[in-house]
């Protein structure tokens, strides 16, 4: 499967914005998706993920309450909506993909666990 992020972009901070990462090559509903991020000079780690069909969503401590995932399998599109962006949001945004089995537990939020990567979006917060 190829994935293409995009709707990254500068934002002040208390702001909102909506990522998407379009799926192609793949049965899109036999994936998890997942968002990271990496910050400059940080180790890339997980933002979200959400299970096939969307009835499971996991998140990172830093973005539960602000960050919402979901998927739109019709258009084999995920969507990363964040509220209340703070200035640590700044980041390269990264789409994933697992094509297998449900994870356990803390894989979902393991990069080891996805086999597919899209480009990167970057999202800018100013304070």
């Known amino acids: 499967v190829q994935l293409q992020a995009s709707g990254g972009g500068l934002v002040q901070a208390g702001g909102s914005l909506r990522l998407s990462c379009a799926a192609s090559g793949g049965t899109f509903n036999r994936y998890i998706m997942a968002w ?62 697992h094509l297998g089995d449900m994870f356990s537990g803390a894989s979902y939020y393991k990069r080891e666990s996805y086999e597919y990567w899209g480009q990167g979006t970057l999202v800018t917060v100013s304070s």
């Open 36 to 97: 990271f991020r990496q910050a400059p000079g940080k180790e890339r780690e997980s933002v979200a993920a959400i299970t096939f069909t969307g009835q499971g969503t996991f998140y990172a401590d830093s973005v539960r309450g602000r960050f919402a995932i979901s998927r739109d399998n019709a258009k084999n599109t995920v969507y990363l909506q964040m509220n209340k962006m703070k200035p640590e949001d700044t980041a390269v945004y990264y789409c994933a993909a």
